[in-house]
């Protein structure tokens, strides 16, 4: 009787198993049936794309209307199906693919949705606080007076101890300083080197203070639409000119309008970071419905007011179209490593010198170039065998940048 029992229970056993073997196994087909076909058109829990969200969709729906829905849309449509009919008109009578899959791969698929993953969402902060490394000037003055002070201390207690041994009257840190101030003021050279010190200095001070005036170095203002690069030109590697259309052929790169940005926002409609309430600010300012898919009518629309971070004086000339497709630079030359930054900042200081240095050491690439197609063979015969910069070319000349 023992052995028998001992025998059920292995049985038992064994089908517990085999059962949950199934069902993870049936899952990992399941998620890759749903990537290979369901992703271009389905979120689970993440809202519409361009079908429905597919979250929950098992309590939703009977397993036998999803196979035959999944399976042939169009059929289920065609018998009259109320839901199948329904869910046709609300998508402005766009017929999803038949898939026709076998029996297993619709149970895999069906075991998927009925417990798909749970993917934790990152919310980025718009108003994070950019933490520079190193120490401030300041602190690093502090720190040098600190060290002073504390030496001063030191010579103090060194000099009243030999005071003592040789039975003369001790000072104390004030005294010392007053004495010794007095001592070192009373000779004329010495109050006007004290002058001149103070005097460059000052000017120091005051000449930095001028020449920072625009640079804004760092500078990373909160746009009213939390726009990650990182995500776009990063992760998705989405070329810069296609937002920036005009940076090949025109002086000014420009901000795309909210049209480029529904090229893929019609579709897409929740964020990887942000989820929907960054997309939703397009669709407020150009008047889209993302649940009918549709333009209002009439909708009085209102430009995103983007906040400019790299901005030139009047008095300076710079054009695009020169630096990105006759200089061939990369963006990434000028505005730091982009395609890394979720909340844009100015990476260079775009003065005059970092300007200028950067003429002199860049070699101009003029193979495979049409643009210096005939220059090139006059300046290979003029530089024989040596580096051409852009200031062999004239590109230091004032009126370059200056007109």
Known sequence: MIRINNFKSGILLLAVLFSFTFQVSAQSDGAAIFKANCTACHMIGGGRLVGPDLGGVTERRTKEWLKKWINSSSELIASGDADAIAIFEEYNKVAMTNFYFSD???????????????????VLATNEVIVEEGMKDSTKMMIVLLILLLLVFVLTSVKNSLKESLGQKTETVSQTLISQKNLFFSKLINKLFVGFFIAIVVLKFAFDAMMGVGVTTNYQPEQPIAFSHKIHAGDNSIDCNYCHTSARTSKHSAIPSANVCMNCHANIVSGTTTGTAEIQKIY??????????????????????????????????????????VGQLECQDCHGAIEEMDVVKQSSPLTMGWCIECHRETEVKMEGNDYYTEMHEKMKEKYAGEKITVEKMGGLECGKCHY
């Open 284 to 325: 407020d300012a150009i008047g889209y419905d993302p649940d009918s898919r549709t333009y209002i009518p009439g909708y009085e629309q209102k430009p995103i007011e983007w906040v400019r971070i790299h901005n030139l004086p009047d008095l300076a000339y710079f054009n695009h179209s020169q630096h990105v497709t």
């Open 104 to 122: 297993e791969d619709s149970e895999a698929l069906y075991a998927y949705l009925e417990n798909p993953p749970i993917e934790e969402v990152a």
